[in-house]
T-cell receptor
């Protein structure tokens, strides 16, 4: 089956750290993507994890545990512009080119 | 610069009309996709194409049609059979097998008037 779960909404304070979790049940799982989407705009690529562990990229880090079917996106030193939706998406190892998307987590950063 | 272009940005449709949304990419990507996004919700797959002259239905294909006559182009037609077409439509492309992730167009907001 294909299922990806993320929290619907989160709120955090400017300057703080927030962790957005994603759990997945995807047959033939290959890797896990995170995208950022501001309201009314297209999603933009943030990170891609294939191997277990933490990938750090500036203020954003992404973690994957294949055995647990779990990933998280960590945002540090939050800024107001980080208010957006964050989409978790899984890719598969089969012939399908499709990504399986979660419903997204809306993050509100408050002053 | 390579990219993916959707047009128009805003589109208004009268009841009973068919409308076509354009999607063009110059990234030399094999695969292209159409998604629909409703307010506060995730992406739902309408159609996708892995190669020219071939395409498959996604999760919500009813009331939509596509063509893939050229590698660069993947237009989506919203037919009168689609009963609730008001939404944000996103086109995306990928190099293949999802490993390179998607590149998204800027989207088309369709409103029925």
């Amino acid at each position: 089956g294909q299922n990806i779960d993320q929290p619907t909404e989160m709120t955090a304070t400017e300057g703080a750290i927030v962790q957005i979790n994603c759990t997945y049940q995807t047959s033939g799982f290959n890797g896990l993507f995170w995208y950022q989407q501001h309201a009314g705009e297209a999603p933009t690529f943030l990170s891609y994890n294939v191997l277990d562990g933490l990938e750090e990229k500036g203020r954003f880090s992404s973690f994957l545990s294949r055995s647990k079917g779990y990933s998280y996106l960590l945002l540090k030193e939050l800024q107001m512009k980080d208010s957006a939706s964050y989409l978790c998406a899984a890719s598969r190892m089969d012939s399908s080119y499709k990504l399986i998307f979660g419903s997204g987590t809306r993050l509100l950063v408050r002053p | 610069d390579g990219g993916i272009t959707q047009s128009p940005k805003y589109l208004f449709r009268k009841e009973g009309q068919n409308v076509t949304l354009s999607c063009e990419q110059n990234l030399n990507h094999d695969a292209m996709y159409w998604y629909r996004q409703d307010p506060g919700q995730g992406l739902r797959l309408i159609y996708y194409s892995q190669i020219v002259n071939d395409f498959q239905k996604g999760d919500i294909a009813e009331g939509y049609s596509v063509s893939r006559e050229k590698k660069e182009s993947f237009p989506l037609t919203v037919t009168s059979a689609q009963k609730n077409p008001t939404a944000f439509y996103l086109c995306a492309s990928s190099i293949g097998r999802g490993q390179g992730g998607y590149t998204f167009g800027s989207g088309t907001r369709l409103t029925v008037v």
